[in-house]
């Protein structure tokens, strides 16, 4: 594994690039944003605003924003509802998981605090777990199920509302390293961004799940699509994660502390909802060598946070440790023993990258 020079993250991430001084395309992206003239893309924001403000009448919605109730939807919603004028739908994907208190807390205060309304859509519970039994097994990626509705919904709910505008937060892979990391505000292409595609779902139908299981499992045709405007905000504003989580706590976001310290985390306050959940992204450590922890340590050197050097003491010493209460909630979920789902991890780990310890522990190499 090859680090980028100026943060922790590796070069096993799934479609992220290096430039010759071996910096990653995240921090080149965060380099970029100087050249940006971010109050001109502002105003730009505002014409798109103006162009659907009303679009159902002066009473109706002129907007969606895909929420979760985490920071960055109570920062969307915060700026669409309050600095922009908008009267947003929000329309959010449950995943069926037990939620944490601060989960629970913040999904309705994100309607309490800025009087908005939620379409909520909690899956077949049934078929979620048959499908995740499936490629959790088959493909390491257990909340697979779940993440192609939370792509694939809100552009059917867009369509069904007439809600043309739909918000989402961040161009992940721009911004972060990935696949398509191309600066744009289109959000059209996300449905192909390799989370909730790349299995065939005749593959979930042959394993047991029905066709009649999967109401909006599938994305609107083309013709549909494109009758939409699905933006990313961060192409709008200079994004910030830690940012956004302080807008969000004055707006009465809950994060994780007195409740959970999270062992394979660096921070209290991202994807904080369900336990469970938190497996998936987990799973990106014994596949390419880094999760959680190297997502915001990275983060965090590029902010000016942390050092390069603190930021590789925290990777160390967090990202492998997944924590216990999201191995139990997601055992329970599934009907798995620790010792079945340990042995599902067991055989997920990439042995380009690591091998056993003298006392059985996967240690990179």
Not at 43 to 52: F, G, M, S, T, V
Not at 270 to 287: C, E, F, G
Request: some cysteine; proline content about 4%.
């Amino acid at each position: 594994m090859n680090y980028c020079t100026k943060c922790v993250m590796p070069d096993t991430r799934p479609g992220i690039t290096f430039n010759e001084q071996g910096v990653c395309a995240a921090c080149q992206s965060y380099e970029n944003r100087k050249n940006v003239d971010y109050d001109k893309r502002f105003e730009e924001l505002k014409a798109l605003c103006d162009k659907y403000r009303g679009s159902n009448g002066p009473n109706g919605y002129d907007c969606m924003i895909a929420v979760s109730g985490g920071k960055d939807s109570h920062f969307q919603v915060h700026m669409f509802k309050e600095v922009l004028g908008m009267n947003p739908l929000l329309v959010t994907v449950e995943d069926n998981f037990p939620m944490t208190e601060a989960g629970m807390h913040n999904l309705k205060n994100i309607s309490d605090a800025f009087g908005c309304d939620i379409i909520s859509m909690k899956p077949n519970m049934k078929a979620q777990r048959i499908a995740m039994k499936y490629t959790f097994e088959k493909y390491g990626k257990p909340t697979y199920f779940v993440d192609r509705y939370i792509y694939t919904y809100p552009l059917h709910m867009a369509n069904k509302f007439n809600t043309p505008l739909l918000i989402y937060g961040e161009n992940v892979g721009y911004e972060y390293g990935g696949a398509n990391a191309v600066e744009t505000y289109s959000a059209k292409d996300q449905i192909n961004n390799g989370v909730g595609t790349g299995i065939p779902t005749e593959e979930l139908i042959a394993n047991g799940v029905s066709a009649k299981d999967l109401n909006f499992f599938e994305a609107p045709t083309q013709q549909e699509i494109d009758k939409l405007e699905p933006i990313y905000l961060s192409y709008f504003i200079e994004w910030n994660s830690f940012k956004n989580y302080n807008i969000a706590k004055s707006k009465g976001f809950h994060d994780l502390t007195h409740e959970w310290r999270r062992t394979h985390h660096v921070e209290d306050f991202d994807q904080i909802d369900t336990r469970a959940y938190l497996v998936h992204s987990w799973m990106k450590y014994p596949k390419f060598g880094h999760a959680s922890a190297t997502d915001y340590a990275a983060r965090m050197v590029r902010y000016g946070l942390l050092s390069r050097e603190e930021a590789e003491e925290l990777v160390k010493k967090h990202d492998h440790a997944l924590d216990p209460l999201c191995v139990r909630d997601f055992c329970n979920f599934m009907g798995y023993t620790e010792n079945e789902f340990w042995s599902i991890i067991d055989k997920q780990y990439n042995t380009d990258l690591f091998e056993k310890d003298k006392i059985g522990r996967w240690i990179l190499k």
